[in-house]
């Protein structure tokens, strides 16, 4: 798999302090020609910088995360913005809001810091990478109110708020908590081609095209299974939505693919397809019957 741009990646997260190089050298061998490591307060957004200065195919994001919010110093925008004068740094985030922990600082403080970081994004001329949890309300009207570009990242509102963000000229972003099982509104606001292009994604990824020559066996073992996990559940959703919207044949196929792919969901796939072979008998039968019923009438 080639072409791929990680635009939302943490590397400078201490668990890859034991083989960061090795990993970002191989996962660009492996297909990756581009990575957005995004800052989360200002050693993060710091460390995200030193990262896009060593490789060439690292730019980099730096902004203050409402978790974080709290310890902002009183010149963090001052700082910001000179990190933002690097020529590799082409957003500022990752900023917003989430209301999810108690712990988090006050929603006041962290709207604070939400306004004035997209004030500066708009002075500078940048996208933003906005986090929102569980403040759906209170992120909408800023946007509404600032008009900034950029992207709603993991996003996790209604079909309604997707397409009043998408008016606004925003991109949404979905991750791997679309295959979660209480994911039903992400799943929702997704295209039925944005399913499919994911089940594609997912299955290219699961049959190991995209597993780092450097790491570790635990590790590729690890990964493995999190992308045999995220295969199973993305065609569980995909062929649910292909049933919903009657393509029975498409559905199928994907069923014998996931088989092809993958022997050991075989017992999952044959569930699908006998569930999906009484679904179509059922839809038959109901044709045939409102066909009769014509005739007769």
């Known amino acids: 798999m080639n072409g791929i ?54 730019y980099f994001a730096a902004g203050i995360h409402p978790e974080q919010a709290g310890d902002a110093p009183e010149n963090y925008l001052e700082e910001l913005k000179a990190l933002a004068a690097h020529p590799k740094c082409r957003a500022i985030g990752e900023i917003g809001l989430d209301y999810y922990w108690a712990e988090n600082p006050p929603k006041e403080r962290q709207m604070e ?34 008009h ?29 908590a679309i295959t979660f099982k209480n994911a039903r509104r992400a799943l929702e606001t997704s295209d039925p081609e944005e399913l499919r292009t994911l089940g594609r994604e997912a299955a290219d990824l699961y049959q190991g095209d995209f597993l780092p020559d450097a790491a570790d066996e635990l590790w590729c073992a690890d990964l493995h299974a999190y992308y045999r996990s995220l ?32 022997p050991l969901s075989e017992e999952f796939s044959l569930l699908l397809m006998q569930n999906l072979t009484r679904s179509h008998q059922a839809q038959q039968a109901l044709d045939e019957l409102c066909e009769e019923n014509s005739k007769q009438g």
């Open 5 to 58: 741009f990680d635009s939302h990646a943490h590397y400078d997260d201490e668990r890859f302090d034991a083989d960061r190089d090795e990993l970002l050298e191989s996962i660009h061998r492996e297909g990756v020609e581009y990575i957005m490591t995004i800052g989360a307060d200002l050693p993060t957004s710091y460390a995200a910088r030193e990262l896009a200065e060593r490789y060439d195919f690292v």
């Open 148 to 176: 900034p570009a950029g992207v709603l990242h993991c996003f996790s509102g209604s079909v309604e708020m997707a397409k009043e963000v998408a008016a606004l000229g925003m991109y949404l972003g979905f991750t791997g």
């Open 231 to 262: 295969f199973v559940r993305l065609f569980r959703r995909l062929v649910q939505e292909l049933m919903r919207t009657q393509e029975y044949t498409e559905a199928a196929a994907l069923c014998a693919q996931a088989v092809h792919l993958d």
């Open 113 to 146: 810091l939400f306004r004035q970081q997209v004030l500066l994004a708009k002075e500078l001329g940048l996208p933003v990478i906005i986090h929102d949890r569980e403040a759906h309300a209170d992120t909408l009207a800023l946007l509404r109110e600032l």
